[in-house]
């Protein structure tokens, strides 16, 4: 894969011959449709992982969860393009295509654990990334699904980010831990003000941190190109993170109080 400044500057240079040529200009991504990749030789199991210009500096990895028959593409697209997400390894799977009325690609709690954990262990290997350092963030149904990971899987993810949830995937919240910020639409009708703070008190009180955030006059589909709270709320979270690791060490590895 290109370094992302080369394909940045690919991607100005074909945006400039496009408007030399076309009357209407259509955005020209950094990411392209060859960087798909595929895990374990499943086809089913296809994502795309944007790396940063300089991986020994990198922030941490964000595992990003498109919403109901959304795609990878677009969710990558959207994120890499906000500001400090360039520091971050941002990888985008494509969820497996499921039968309902039509084929529809769509996340399910319980179904595609396995493609996420697995494509989650071997980012993590590969790029020698701390568990510390991993987050999930998801749109619609993808934010519900970025919830059932945080909250199930506490040991691999970090910071969870969900930005207009969809129906719940969550069930009961008894135990949590971790951290997690909710992006809410005011005129969201699935999950609007009083929905982010009930769910955030319910996290919180469970044992996990949890923030909310609401967005005025924003309806569903307007938080999809709304999402800088959350990117915001990574950059800010990372050191946070680092200081409770260190924290924790610190204090595994200090004497015993004598009494």
């Given at each position: 894969?290109?370094?992302?400044?080369?394909?940045?500057?690919?991607?100005?240079?074909?945006?400039?011959?496009?408007?030399?040529g076309?009357?209407?200009?259509?955005?020209?991504?950094?990411?392209?449709?060859?960087?798909?990749?595929?895990?374990?030789?499943?086809?089913?199991?296809?994502?795309?992982?944007?790396?940063?210009?300089?991986?020994?500096?990198?922030?941490?990895?964000?595992?990003?969860?498109?919403?109901?028959?959304?795609?990878?593409?677009?969710?990558?697209?959207?994120?890499?393009?906000?500001?400090?997400?360039?520091?971050?390894?941002?990888?985008?799977?494509?969820?497996?295509?499921?039968?309902?009325?039509?084929?529809?690609?769509?996340?399910?709690?319980?179904?595609?654990?396995?493609?996420?954990?697995?494509?989650?262990?071997?980012?993590?290997?590969?790029?020698?990334?701390?568990?510390?350092?991993?987050?999930v963030?998801?749109?619609?149904?993808?934010?519900?699904?970025?919830?059932?990971?945080?909250?199930t899987?506490?040991?691999?993810?970090?910071?969870?980010?969900?930005v207009?949830?969809?129906?719940?995937?969550?069930g009961?919240?008894?135990?949590?831990?971790?951290?997690?910020?909710?992006?809410?639409?005011?005129?969201?009708?699935?999950?609007?003000?009083?929905?982010?703070k009930?769910?955030?008190?319910?996290?919180?009180?469970?044992?996990?941190?949890?923030?909310?955030?609401?967005?005025?006059?924003?309806?569903?589909?307007?938080?999809?190109?709304?999402?800088?709270?959350?990117?915001?709320?990574?950059?800010?979270?990372?050191?946070?993170?680092?200081?409770?690791?260190?924290?924790?060490?610190?204090?595994?590895?200090?004497?015993?109080?004598?009494?």
């Open positions: 894969m290109l370094p992302r400044t080369v394909r940045r500057l690919i991607a100005v240079l074909a945006l400039v011959v496009t408007a030399a076309c009357s209407s200009m259509v955005p020209d991504p950094t990411i392209d449709v060859s960087d798909w990749q595929i895990l374990d030789g499943n086809k089913d199991w296809r994502y795309i992982l944007a790396v940063p210009d300089n991986e020994k500096k990198a922030r941490g990895l964000i595992l990003l969860l498109h919403g109901y028959s959304g795609d990878a593409l677009a969710i990558a697209r959207e994120w890499e393009s906000m500001p400090g997400m360039d520091e971050f390894y941002l990888l985008a799977p494509q969820a497996p295509r499921k039968i309902i009325s039509e084929p529809v690609s769509t996340w399910r709690a319980g179904t595609d654990d396995e493609f996420l954990l697995k494509l989650l262990d071997k980012v993590v290997q590969e790029k020698s990334i701390r568990s510390i350092r991993v987050g963030a998801g749109y619609s149904s993808g934010a519900s699904m970025a919830l059932y990971m945080g909250l899987f506490p040991d691999r993810i970090s910071a969870t980010v969900a207009g949830a969809g129906r719940n995937q969550v009961e919240i008894e135990n949590a831990s971790g951290r997690y910020f909710l992006l809410a639409g005011g005129l969201d009708r699935g999950f609007n003000e009083d929905k982010a009930r769910l955030a008190e319910h996290i919180t009180g469970a044992g996990a941190f949890a923030e909310y955030h609401v967005l005025p006059g924003v309806d569903h589909a307007g938080l999809y190109n709304q999402m800088q709270p959350a990117t915001d709320w990574f950059l800010e979270m990372m050191p946070k993170l680092d200081k409770t690791e260190r924290e924790l060490r610190e204090r595994m590895l200090a004497p015993p109080a004598s009494e």
